[in-house]
């Protein structure tokens, strides 16, 4: 009875946010991104869009700030911040874009990160103090033009050779891939031994053999530069290799992992900017149906901020977090389409137009994308079913 009468004489407040900021709003980071984006974003975003491209110089910038830094230990010249900061930093900058914050956790989650765990100290010297600085940025090459999911497939070849090994074949669709000064590359000894023959090597921008080719055209976070790689008798040095011989699809495998947490907190960003959106450019005075869908927005926001704080935390705690990772994945990315979808509705025909006012287009291509990176949704599913299930029966 009280609920019912509070919902009828609830207040005519004024349009406002009540998702607001992540309770980790109070980490100077979080304010550091907001003021940072305020200034160096917004003003560019439309233009980033249009162009589909993010100068350089805004990385720079952001990595003077010490953002590309933001999880690097601090003994390689990073922030060291926790998970559970990092998510929250990575939800504001997400707020304001999407293509940066996706370009900034491919840098950190699975370039950077994989090097901290599986480098040795002469590989981590020479990259993580540069990535941290924002000197130089990673990517990760997994995905081939004929192999996406199913990853333990890939037919990219390496051959060792006297003193490294040569690389054959070609990547798709690599974030950061035309500015990266070193991509993680994945490739097999012997197409035919799977996960076992897989391994990781570095390979740094300028390696002769090694070239970026066609720039892809995007639905969405555009701006984040996405090409195909190729590698034609591509030789690197005997140092090149992550981890040991063969280790690679566990890199792969627990870069994502972690990845995804990131992008799930990138996802929480757009989800919530597509909420904030949409209760500031609805038509006034609101109608009933109108309210009931920003309510059931606010709900997804608030569950997706924590799955992505459990993940975080988990993951900070030491614990086992890939369940938890996947778990916000799959429904943060997914509440994020919701929303800028349902907010297209409530909004109507201003929120169509690509130069009015309204952000909702943008965000509404841009969270279509969440989905699929990092592993699409029917893999989270997939890896989620069997950790809840077992894995007695499974295909693969
Ligand atoms: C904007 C963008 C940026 C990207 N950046 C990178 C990057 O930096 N590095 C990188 O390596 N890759 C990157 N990718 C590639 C991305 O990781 C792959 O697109 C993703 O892994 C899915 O692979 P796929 O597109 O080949 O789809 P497929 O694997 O061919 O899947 C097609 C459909 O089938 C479904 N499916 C596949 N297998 C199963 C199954 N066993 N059970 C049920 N359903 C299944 C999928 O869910 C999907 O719906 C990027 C992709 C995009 C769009």
Redesign the pocket.
């Known amino acids: 009875m009280a609920m019912q009468e509070a919902l009828r004489s609830g207040p005519a407040s004024p349009p406002q946010a009540p998702a607001g900021p992540s309770p980790e709003a109070e980490d100077p980071w979080v304010e550091r991104a907001r003021r940072f984006c305020a200034t160096h974003v917004g003003p560019q975003l439309r233009q980033w869009d249009r162009e589909d491209r993010i100068p350089e110089s805004f990385f720079r910038a952001f990595g003077k700030e010490g953002f590309l830094g933001l999880t690097v230990p601090r003994e390689y010249e990073g922030q060291g911040l926790t998970t559970s900061q990092f998510v929250a930093v990575m939800e504001e900058l997400a707020t304001s874009s999407g293509a940066a914050a ?1 370009m900034m956790a ?1 840098d950190l989650s ?1 370039a950077a990160q994989p090097i901290l765990q599986w480098g040795s100290e002469e590989q981590r010297r020479t990259y993580l103090p540069r990535i941290a600085r924002g000197e130089w940025v990673g ?5 081939e033009p004929s ?5 333990q497939r890939l037919t990219t070849r390496y051959v060792r050779d006297q003193d490294g090994w040569t690389i054959d074949g070609s ?6 891939a035309a500015m990266a000064e070193v991509v993680l590359v994945f490739a097999t000894r012997d197409a035919s031994l799977g996960a076992p023959g897989i391994s990781c090597l570095l390979v740094r921008k300028g390696t002769p053999g090694f070239s970026a080719a066609q720039r ?1 055209d ?1 639905l ?2 555009r701006g ?1 530069e ?1 090409m195909e790689l190729l590698f034609e008798h591509c030789h690197v040095g005997a140092g090149s290799m992550l981890g040991r011989e063969g280790d690679g699809f566990k890199i792969a495998m627990t870069a994502l992992e972690g990845g995804r947490i990131g992008i799930a907190a990138c996802s929480l960003g757009i989800a919530r900017a597509a909420f904030e959106e949409t209760v500031r450019c609805l038509p006034r005075p609101a109608e009933d149906w109108q309210r009931s869908a920003v309510a059931r927005m606010f709900v997804d926001v608030e569950a997706s901020r924590a799955l992505v704080q459990k993940a975080a935390r988990l993951r900070d705690q030491g614990a086992d977090f890939a369940g938890a990772a996947s778990a916000a994945k799959l429904f943060a990315s997914q509440a994020a389409f919701r929303i800028a979808s349902r907010g297209l509705e409530v909004v109507g025909r201003e929120a169509f137009d690509k130069d009015g006012p309204c952000r909702l287009e943008q965000l509404f291509r841009d969270s279509r ?1 969440l989905s ?8 989270q ?2 890896i989620l079913g069997r950790r809840l299930l077992g894995r007695e029966g499974a295909r ?1």
């Not at 192999?147 to 990853?151: A, E, T």
């Not at 990547?171 to 950061?176: G, R």
């Not at 699929?372 to 893999?379: D, L, R, S």
């Open positions: 996706t491919v699975v990517a990760f090459g997994l995905t192999v996406g999911s199913d990853s990547k798709m669709f690599i974030t950061n892809l995007k969405g976070i984040s996405t994308v699929i990176v990092e592993g699409t949704t029917e893999i599913e997939l693969s």
